[in-house]
């Protein structure tokens, strides 16, 4: 099974090593700062007319952290719910039996072939070298993931994944790979050249394989949002369904939805709501798949659960504005992370999933700015989980050394304390930039620091020349950037 | 569960335990885990807008204007006039094959062109129709949403989907302003495979540009049906 090619926490380069490729590459550094600036603005602009937007984010927020609360007995009332509809439920502890699950199901519908959504938590467990090893194809159906998957490359973002090509490299692989020697540049011709070549596998294969935004504890049902119209296809057409779900993706209610479909489509793709949302519960005579399966992976999200300061990592809805965000993913892209989730989402998430093991680095890739918070719409708060998972780092580090005495981590629990209000936290930011300091800023303190860690913070204060905070912090500049949006939404609508 | 002692627990056994573990025991809890999770549930903020704040034309003009933001065709028709806004969308759009639900209501149809009936065709039978028409079960006028439900006029998800010219038919009093409200009509439905649409398949994948029509139907027209 070649797992190579694909992004593995467990063998990728520490970030400030891989972050250095990333900012020599001028064309990728381009691509992604065009692809996040026009998302952001989008973003901006439909945000700025929700006037309830604000009580959104904290009705998402508290909603996440009950039903994390209590999720035991929702994962119950889903399976419940789910196979009572004529569906199939399966429970996976690891990537490893997630993958033997997926596997297993697909041969014994005897296809040796299968299509796909987009799913980042597939990408996770690297389903699709697992399929290929047992003589499966699996079909990438996204635009974004069939660019991936047909350049033999690796996601860079959670909603557009392949934001780091521009359309030249698209056409180069397109013309390549479906032998389309006059395919043009257009972003029309390329999309024109997917439907043309992905429509026979569509009205063909028989076995799709998905993933999912929520699972409905009350009715049992799935939720899938996408945009291009190839997700109702692998969720439609196939005689055979399998979706793939983190254990985290459940919600409570069905009326819950509305708290969740606001959030999500103006946070990830700054549309008021994406081209497609797909609900459906079981099988449905004569609707659909007669053979449904759900996988319920856990992958080390009971350990984030028992980390109390960490938890709220599995608030995520995966709307990706934290990564358009970021000062630094904006630099190097995401593929410096060395993991599906980059940016600032995948600095907390990976070295949890990784169990600490690995990824240690991701935590410092981080300039504490605050944006990713600022834009989370369940209020995730990146920074303060970040210090956090940074204490975690530096407490294995010095495991020999005895007890915390040392002056960085003294440092890193004052910082916690100002995160964790964001009134405080904006104030720390206006005056003085402290909450920087401690961590980064190349006084005494944080040379030691550095020399501390060797290879990360070094390394990347090197290539990115971090000094202290600018003058005008990313949030200060955004608010004033998000206000310019309003107006120019409201007289778009006027 | 009361295995023999060497058989393993189940990955489902294991993964609830963890969880239960992870979160602690429920100090403070009241009643069972299932009414607690009830309990709070109902205790959850809700302070965003749950209710209509427009008068029902404004409603009806924002939906108007959302649909057409996302690239779709939209008119606003009487009951009586349905039938002839039908045949003038088609041949504007070139009298497409058509396909259409069981469940339309009498009457709905113009009787100059001929529409199919669906009867379970395959996903290559399905190809060979050009447009499909549909009734909605609810429209959503914040987001320019139109939801289909697996109803009567609304047929099954693989008809919508196929074929690439959806015409699709939206009372007026079906047409809601907010989602809460949407979602608090859908509910009685919700095990029903439903369909949110918000304008044309559509894709941003490269360089962020919206081009419209990947996989799912790549028109769309509206029609807006007022008492009258
Ligand atoms: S952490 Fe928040 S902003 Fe980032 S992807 Fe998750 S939900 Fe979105």
């Not at chain 1, 206006?430 to 944080?446: I, Q, T, V």
Request: glycine share 8%.
């Amino acid at each position: 099974m070649s797992l190579g090619s694909a992004l593995d926490p467990k063998t990728a380069p520490t970030f400030p090593m891989a972050a250095r490729t990333s900012l020599g590459d001028m064309l990728l550094r381009k691509n992604v700062r065009h692809a996040t600036e026009v998302i952001q603005a989008k973003r901006g602009r439909v945000v700025a007319e929700m006037p309830d937007w604000e009580a959104l984010r904290e009705a998402g927020r508290a909603l996440r952290a009950h039903t994390l609360a209590h999720l035991d007995v929702y994962l119950e009332q889903f399976e419940r719910n789910c196979t009572a509809a004529g569906g199939v439920v399966h429970w996976a502890r690891d990537a490893e039996e997630a993958r033997r699950i997926v596997v297993d199901l697909v041969k014994a519908t005897g296809t040796r072939e299968a299509i796909k959504i987009k799913s980042m938590t597939t990408e996770e467990i690297q389903l699709n070298p697992a399929l290929e090893a047992a003589g499966v194809h699996a079909y990438e159906t996204d635009l974004a993931e069939l660019i991936l998957q047909l350049g033999e490359e690796q996601p860079s973002h959670i909603v557009v994944p392949a934001l780091h090509k521009n359309r030249q490299q698209v056409r180069e692989i397109f013309r390549r790979e479906m032998q389309l020697p006059e395919l043009g540049e257009t972003p029309q011709d390329l999309a024109d050249a997917a439907r043309r070549f992905l429509r026979d596998k569509f009205l063909r294969v028989r076995t799709g394989v998905s993933g999912a935004n929520f699972l409905i504890a009350e009715t049992g049902g799935v939720v899938v949002v996408e945009s291009e119209g190839n997700g109702r296809m692998c969720l439609t057409l196939p005689e055979t369904l399998i979706t793939v779900a983190g254990i985290d993706k459940v919600v409570p209610r069905y009326r819950d939805l509305e708290v969740l479909l606001q959030l999500l489509p103006r946070s990830a793709t700054g549309e008021r709501m994406n081209p497609y949302n797909s609900i459906w519960t079981g099988v449905h005579a004569g609707d659909g798949p007669q053979s449904f399966h759900v996988v319920l992976l856990d992958n080390a999200r009971t350990e984030v659960l028992a980390d109390e300061a960490a938890r709220e990592t599995l608030h995520c809805i995966r709307c990706g504005a934290c990564q358009n965000a970021c000062p630094v993913y904006r630099q190097t892209g995401g593929h410096a992370y060395g993991s599906v989730y980059a940016g600032p989402i995948g600095a907390i998430l990976t070295p949890q999933l990784e169990r600490m093991d690995h990824a240690q680095s991701l935590p410092y890739a981080s300039s504490l700015c605050g944006a990713c918070y600022e834009v989370c719409p369940v209020k995730i708060n990146i920074p303060e989980v970040l210090i956090h998972l940074r204490n975690k780092v530096v407490r294995r580090e010095t495991a020999g050394m005895g007890v915390l005495t040392h002056p960085e981590a003294w440092a890193m629990e004052l910082a916690g304390a100002i995160f964790r209000s964001e009134r405080r936290f904006r104030a720390a930011q206006r005056l003085g930039r402290m909450a920087g300091r401690p961590l980064e800023s190349k006084d005494g303190n944080g040379e030691r620091w550095v020399g501390w860690l060797p290879g990360m913070l070094g390394g990347w204060t090197r290539v990115r020349d971090l000094k202290a905070m600018p003058k005008e912090s990313f949030r200060e500049w955004f608010a004033r950037r998000d206000t310019n949006g309003k107006a120019a939404g409201d007289g778009r609508q006027g | 569960m009361a295995g023999k002692a060497d058989e393993a627990p189940s990955a489902r056994a294991v993964i609830l335990a963890r969880i239960r573990g992870a979160m602690g025991p429920a100090i403070g809890r009241a009643g069972s885990p299932q009414q607690s999770a009830a309990a709070g549930w109902h205790a959850l903020p809700r302070d965003y807008r749950r209710t209509a704040a427009l008068g029902p034309d404004e409603r009806l003009l924002l939906l108007e204007d959302r649909l057409r933001d996302y690239g779709a065709h939209v008119e606003r028709v009487t009951a009586a006039t349905v039938p002839k806004a039908i045949g003038r969308r088609l041949l504007e759009r070139g009298e497409p094959t058509m396909l259409v639900p069981a469940g339309l209501p009498e009457g709905l149809l113009p009787r100059t062109t001929t529409f199919t009936e669906d009867a379970g065709f395959s996903a290559t039978e399905l190809d060979r129709f050009s447009g499909v028409l549909t009734l909605a079960a609810a429209a959503i006028a914040t987001t320019g949403t139109l939801v289909l439900q697996n109803l009567p006029g609304q047929g099954r998800r693989a008809a919508t989907l196929i074929p690439d010219y959806h015409l699709c038919i939206v009372a007026a009093d079906d047409v809601m302003e907010t989602v809460p409200e949407a979602m608090d009509r859908l509910r009685a439905t919700a095990a029903l495979p439903t369909t949110f649409i918000s304008g044309p398949s559509a894709t941003a994948d490269i360089e962020m540009t919206r081009i419209q029509g990947v996989h799912g139907p790549r028109v769309l027209d509206v029609l807006v049906v007022v008492a009258g």
